[in-house]
Nanobody
């Protein structure tokens, strides 16, 4: 069982920045693929960014060049630095993790943190 606790959401003006954090309660964090998803009202949940155990990253086209995902394998924490925020980035952001060794890729989820981009 892995618990994920997000923090760092809030209200920000267009063009502003926020950094989300997600702390994982596992002693084998190094084996976990860490992801950030988001879900806007009336829309499906979508993956925003992924970082694998080796540090390789992938991003949704809508956030490339603006968002940066990173991980600290000492603190068992993943971050999402969000710059040049737009109103379309408004959503609940969720941290997710799965063990790269697991065949079923079972995902653990955090409780979500609200990000609102508005003037």
């Amino acid at each position: 069982q892995v618990q994920l606790v997000e923090s760092g959401g809030g209200l920000v003006q267009p063009g502003g920045s926020l950094r989300l954090s997600c702390a994982a309660s596992t002693s084998i964090f190094n084996f976990y693929v860490m992801e950030w998803y988001r879900q806007a009202p009336g829309k499906l949940r979508e993956v925003v960014a992924t970082v694998n155990p080796g540090g390789g990253t992938n991003y949704a086209d809508s956030v490339k060049g603006r968002f940066t995902i990173s991980r600290d394998n000492i603190k068992d924490t993943v971050y999402l630095q969000m710059n040049s925020l737009k109103p379309d980035d408004t959503a609940v952001y969720y941290c997710s993790a799965y063990d790269i060794r697991a065949a079923d890729r079972y995902h653990y989820w955090g409780q979500g943190t609200q990000v609102t981009v508005s003037s």
